[in-house]
C-alpha cells in the first residue's frame, strides 16, 4: 500500500542563524557534480582536471566573500572543522596558550579547553570585556579567538579593538574569529581586518551543509598543524577528497550573498525590528536581551519572564512558527546556554530565553504569522503557571 505523503504545513521560520534554505543558484551548481561530473578533482584526466576547476572557480567566490587571496582559502566540512583547525592545529604547532571568550561557540570554547587556554568573560552587554582580554594578554599567548558575530545574542564583537590589543600585548599570537554568523551580513574584508584565520560555513548564507572554509593567511601560513593525517589536499592542512559538490554549490552561494547583502540587510533590519517591537509592545513579559543597536540585522533574542523556553517552542512550533533556544549544536540539551550565563543571567532566566532569526527569505506574512501566535503562546504558558 503506497503511503501517502505528509502535507508540507505553512512555516514561518525564525531559525536562520542554524541553518538556511539553500538558494536555488547553489542547488544548480551542485547537481551536476553528484551526476555526471563525478571525478575526483585529483585525478590528471579531462575529467578530473574539470573538477579542479571547479573548485578553483569557487575557491574565488569564496575568497571575494572573507576578502583574502584565492590562495588562502582552505576548504573544511563546515565552521565547526574551520574552528577546529585553527584553535588546535595552531596550539599544536606553537604551544602556548590560547585565549578566547566565555560566549564562543562551543567549536572554540571545547577546543580551546582542549589545551592550555584562558576564558575572558562577557557582559551583560554581550560583548567581550576587553580591559579583561588586556589582562589575559601576554607573550605566553600564542592564538586569540573571539568571534565576529555571537550565534545566541547577535551581537556584534569589537573586532578591531581585539586587534589592536594583541598586536601591543600578544604580539606573537595568531588573531582568529569564528566569522560564521557575520558572513550573511557584513563586509568580512573590512570587519576583520587584521585577523590571521577566520572561519565560515556554506550554510548560513544559502549554500549546502557539510562544507566551510578557513582563511589562512599572513603569519598563520606555515604556523598550523593538520589535524588528520592524509594527502596534501587543501594546503595539507585539510587532507582527503574534496566534496566537490559541496564546494561549487558554496562557490555559488558566496557570489549570491555578496550580490544581495546590502539591499537583503536593509530589509531584514526592518522586518526583525517590527518583529521586536511587536513582540514587546503584545506581550507584557517579553524584553529584548540586548540592545539592537549591537546586533547584526537578523537576530532577535527576547527573554519571556516566567516561560521556559522549551515549552513556549513548542506551543511555537505547533502554531507553525519555527524558533531556538540556542546554538542548534546544542539542540536537545537540556542543559541553559552558557552565553546567557556567561553574561550574566541567573537561576531560571537562562531557561527563558529563546533566539529568533530571520533571513534573506524571511517575509512580511512570516512576521505577521509569528505576532499572531506568540502573545497567545506566552498567555497559556502564564496561565498555566499562575493556576498551577
Not at 503584545?282 to 519572564?305: I, K, M, Y
Not at 541553559?336 to 530565553?353: C, D, K, Q, T, Y
Not at 504558558?381 to 493556576?387: D, E, K, N, P, W
Amino acid at each position: 500500500m503506497k503511503k501517502e505523503a505528509t502535507p508540507k504545513r505553512h512555516l514561518a521560520y525564525f531559525d536562520h542563524a542554524a541553518t538556511t534554505p539553500m538558494r536555488k543558484e547553489a542547488v544548480a551548481a551542485m547537481l551536476p557534480y553528484l551526476a555526471d561530473d563525478f571525478a575526483n578533482p585529483s585525478g590528471v584526466y579531462a575529467e578530473g582536471r574539470r573538477a579542479r576547476r571547479a573548485i578553483d572557480d569557487a575557491r574565488d567566490e569564496v575568497a571575494t566573500l572573507l576578502g583574502c587571496s584565492p590562495g588562502e582559502v582552505v576548504f573544511t566540512s563546515g565552521g565547526t572543522e574551520a574552528d577546529n583547525i585553527a584553535i588546535l592545529g595552531a596550539a599544536s604547532y606553537s604551544g602556548g596558550t590560547v585565549v578566547t571568550t566565555a560566549i564562543e561557540h562551543h567549536a572554540v570554547l571545547d577546543s580551546a579547553r582542549r589545551v592550555q587556554a584562558r576564558v575572558i568573560p562577557a557582559g551583560r552587554d554581550g560583548l567581550v570585556d576587553l580591559d579583561l582580554l588586556a589582562g589575559g594578554l601576554d607573550d605566553s599567548v600564542s592564538l586569540v579567538s573571539v568571534m565576529a558575530v555571537n550565534n545566541e545574542l547577535g551581537t556584534i564583537q569589537p573586532l578591531a579593538d581585539v586587534v589592536s590589543l594583541a598586536a601591543r600585548l600578544a604580539p606573537n599570537a595568531l588573531v582568529h574569529t569564528d566569522a560564521v554568523q557575520a558572513a550573511p551580513w557584513f563586509d568580512l574584508g573590512a570587519m576583520c581586518a587584521g585577523f590571521d584565520l577566520i572561519s565560515i560555513s556554506g550554510h548560513k548564507i544559502g549554500g549546502p551543509k557539510g562544507v566551510g572554509a578557513l582563511c589562512v593567511r599572513g603569519r598563520a601560513t606555515g604556523h598550523l598543524s593538520a589535524l588528520v593525517a592524509g594527502g596534501g589536499q587543501e594546503r595539507a592542512l585539510r587532507p582527503g577528497t574534496e566534496n566537490v559538490a559541496g564546494i561549487v554549490a558554496f562557490g555559488a552561494a558566496a557570489r549570491a550573498a555578496i550580490a544581495e547583502r546590502t539591499v537583503v540587510g536593509g530589509r531584514v533590519q526592518k522586518l526583525r525590528d517590527r518583529f521586536v517591537e511587536g513582540v514587546v509592545s503584545l506581550v507584557p513579559v517579553a524584553h529584548e536581551s540586548v540592545a539592537r543597536s549591537s546586533t547584526a540585522p537578523g537576530f532577535a533574542h527576547l527573554r519571556f519572564d516566567g516561560v521556559l523556553s522549551e515549552e513556549l517552542l513548542v506551543l511555537l512550533d505547533e502554531s507553525g512558527v519555527a524558533a531556538s533556544a540556542g546554538s542548534a549544536c546544542s539542540s536537545g540539551a537540556l542543559e541553559p546556554s552558557h552565553v546567557l550565563r556567561a553574561i550574566g543571567w541567573e537561576g531560571r532566566s537562562p531557561r527563558e530565553g529563546i533566539r529568533f532569526t530571520l533571513g534573506r527569505t524571511t517575509s512580511d506574512d512570516d512576521v505577521d504569522r509569528a505576532l499572531a501566535v506568540i502573545p497567545s503562546a506566552v498567555a497559556a504558558l502564564v496561565g498555566a503557571t499562575v493556576g498551577g
